[in-house]
């Protein structure tokens, strides 16, 4: 009964982030360290910090791949699987709405004026975010310099596989200081297959059915779950990806349409993944409404689905894996260039933002309310949409 009650709370709070979540991924860290940690204690600082970096190493939707993780280790693969839909459904719900408004009463020109302050504010959430990781993993002046170091080749080198490579790098090099750690007792590590070997299995089937079959919704799953599969770096990442494919090569939206998606899906809390539900509803528009529901539903499960297969594979045996010298050496390094992704990340996020009095002063104050009050994270984000509606735009 009491673990029922635990596992209701934690659904009841990845419900919570999954409608008041702005600004990807590393603003989601943010907001994971708030209510994750500092409120409900479900893992520590340094155990997040660690997820999250071994989630930027795998492909697919970091933020998505870190929540589902912690219901895994809450509660198993039945928990995960419930926090990945309790996590979704919000805003592939959302975007999938958007879709058919977009296609049914041509609303592209909606104006999104009232969420102008959400993106100063995603800004702060990103900057606390990298503070709160720099203050725990840089602690010597090698993890400083790669801190350092990552910041500057993710700022300026945006290709997605600078990311895994960076991380790789970084932990190589502190693994050369393996014989600092403290000898444990080593125990032999298992691998279950069953996930990866899933991830792989659903990748050749569908492949096969769509070769086959050449129905749209099989075509559908199989395109997102092998972008899903190939994307590092989050959903930014993801933009140019489904463009080429489902705009330049398919023809299935015009260019319009999807920078329309694109635009709302920064104003919509959650995974930033969920705009491949807005792609998959136009791509089967002209079948109808409940096509368009659905469609949003498959690309969704496909883009979803092998990120989280291949972080169920990872984590059944990282906690084995770690009791090795060299794997905790090397985490000093990862822990480092990921507080060097995270610090970079404000600033990609601040270039587009108008460089303005009030803009500068949102986002230090989404930091210093993050950083010294205890005021819930939906709250302040509630406070910047009423800011958008009631502030007249000068």
Known sequence: MIKRIRYYIFLRDVLLMAVSAFGGAQAHFAMLIKIMVKKRGYLTEEELIELNALCQILPGPTSTQTITAIGFRIGGANLAYLTLLVWMLPAVAVMTTAAILVDSYQTKNLSLEFTRFIQPMAVGFVSYGAYIIASKVVTTRTAGGLMALSAIVTYFISKPIALPLVLIFAGTLTAFKYKKQVPEEKQKIKIKWGNFTLWALVLLTAAGLGAVTQDRFVLLFENFYRNGSLIFGGGQVLIPFLHTEFVEFKGFLTSEEFLSGFAMVQAVPGPVFSVSSFVGALSVREMG????????????????????????????????LKRYRVVRASLEGINAASAGMVAAAAFVLFQPIENNVLNVSVIIGTFLMLTYTKIPPPFIILAGLLAGIFIPNI
């Open 289 to 320: 409404l409940g096509a368009q529901i659905l469609g949003g539903f498959v690309a969704a499960c496909g883009i979803f689905l092998p990120g989280t297969f291949l972080i169920f594979f990872v984590i059944r045996f990282w906690d084995d």
